[in-house]
Nanobody, 121 residues
Framework: QVQLVESGGGLVQTGGSLRLSCVAS????????MRWYLQAPGKEREFLAV???????NYADPVKRRFTISRDNAKNTVYLQMNSLEPEDSAVYYC???????????????WGQGTQVTVTS
């Protein structure tokens, strides 16, 4: 089975930076899009950023000028560089990957367990 593990979250002051990582392991044949989502307390999970195999990216408007998504296909890893962090960015961050597990298989979405980011004033 495919497993996604996030890391890099933690406690940071306003204006600081963090880099989140998410590594996929298991039965992996092809990885299509890699995405980041966030979920604040009492809120639903929402889209943050996506990167396609070509390198094409798209961001949610609130973070598009501060966050950068990237990927390393050789390492089955997606990153999220987070700069100029604000208290409003505090949330659990989840990675998501669209993966084919073998030949003649369909794409499936896989999720990590999440990593906490807390930004203090």
């Amino acid at each position: 089975q495919v497993q996604l593990v996030e890391s890099g979250g933690g406690l940071v002051q306003t204006g600081g930076s963090l880099r989140l990582s998410c590594v996929a392991s298991g039965s992996i044949y092809v990885i299509d899009a890699m995405r980041w989502y966030l979920q604040a307390p009492g809120k639903e999970r929402e889209f943050l950023a996506v990167i396609k195999p070509s390198g094409r990216t798209n961001y949610a408007d609130p973070v598009k000028r501060r966050f950068t998504i990237s990927r390393d296909n050789a390492k089955n890893t997606v990153y999220l560089q987070m700069n100029s962090l604000e208290p409003e960015d505090s949330a659990v961050y989840y990675c998501n990957m669209r993966i084919v597990e073998g030949p003649y298989r369909d794409y499936e979405d896989f999720w990590g367990q999440g990593t906490q980011v807390t930004v203090t004033s």
